[in-house]
């Protein structure tokens, strides 16, 4: 028998153990992923890091405790800045090669470590969010944190389906799909809305949810002319406005002296 020392307290442990047998005989977590009580050790996922003095330097080193075995006197620590460091390279090292492992990302939640937002296509920029809010007016969008990573997600019946947001989007996190008369917007290939679609009174194509005419009328209330052009798809639109341009020019043409 002999004795180890693990965050302060002496601990009698048998010699050949491995200082995670015995942290984990006195109710003392440490995380591990690769271990498994019926096989051999093999230092894969490097989660069961703990701080021991270096043999030969005397400074503080990560050691991991899953093939460490114990020796009379040793002292390890499970926790402070030695060990939180080669935690996180751990957990990151981890999920470069599992991003979707909930497990992983809960064990790291577990242990306090933070891993920053999951590599979900979305670089948190909150663009979507600022010109839905800012520009169009609707504030269909907010950042809201879900198991304390933050999340672009939709505010409930806001969305107008105007597909601002997409646009912006530098990276392609948010999508407007159209499949004839409806369209599907969607974040992180979550369809968060879909919303029948009005034809162009020109050319007759699918172009604009009902709820963003709806919008726009609601909005253009105390600009009459622009009504003249808002049943119609950009294209259409601009013919129009091109047209009536001219005509307005030929007339003051027409009636303007010396021309
Ligand atoms: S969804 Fe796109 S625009 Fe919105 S925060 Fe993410 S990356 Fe930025
Ligand atoms: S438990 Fe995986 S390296 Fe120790």
Redesign the pocket.
């Given at each position: 028998m002999i004795n180890v020392v693990i965050d302060g307290t002496s601990y009698p442990a048998d010699e050949g153990q491995t200082a995670l047998q015995v942290a984990r005989q006195n109710g003392i977590n440490i995380p591990t992923l690769c271990y498994h009580p019926a096989l051999k050790p093999s230092g894969s996922c490097k989660l069961c890091a703990v701080e021991v003095s270096g043999r030969t330097s005397g400074r503080p080193i990560a050691m991991l405790s899953c093939i460490l075995k114990v020796t009379e006197g040793l002292e390890i620590k499970t926790t402070g800045p030695v060990v939180d460091a080669a935690r996180v390279r751990a957990f990151k090292n981890l999920l470069r090669m599992a991003p979707q492992s909930q497990r992983l990302r809960r064990m790291a939640d577990a242990y306090g470590v933070d891993l920053g937002p999951p590599p979900d296509?979305?670089?948190?920029?909150?663009?979507?969010?600022r010109v839905c809010k800012e520009i169009v007016g609707a504030g269909a969008?907010k950042?809201e944190k879900v198991d304390g990573v933050l999340f672009?997600v939709p505010e409930v019946d806001r969305c107008i389906g105007c597909g601002t947001?997409a646009n912006?989007?530098?990276?392609?996190?948010?999508r407007v799909e159209d499949q004839e008369n409806v369209r599907s917007v969607m974040?992180?290939d979550v369809v968060i809305g879909k919303h029948p679609l009005e034809r162009c009174e020109g050319c007759g194509r699918w172009f604009a949810t009902t709820r963003f005419m709806d919008f726009i009328e609601q909005r253009t209330a105390p600009h009459p002319h622009v009504k003249e052009t808002h049943k119609y798809c950009p294209t259409c639109a601009k013919l129009f406005s091109d047209r009536t341009r001219a005509v307005s020019e030929h007339s003051v043409k027409v009636i303007l002296p010396g021309h």
């Open positions: 296509g979305c670089v948190r920029c909150r663009l979507c969010v969008l950042m672009v947001c912006i989007c530098p990276t392609g996190a948010i974040i992180r």
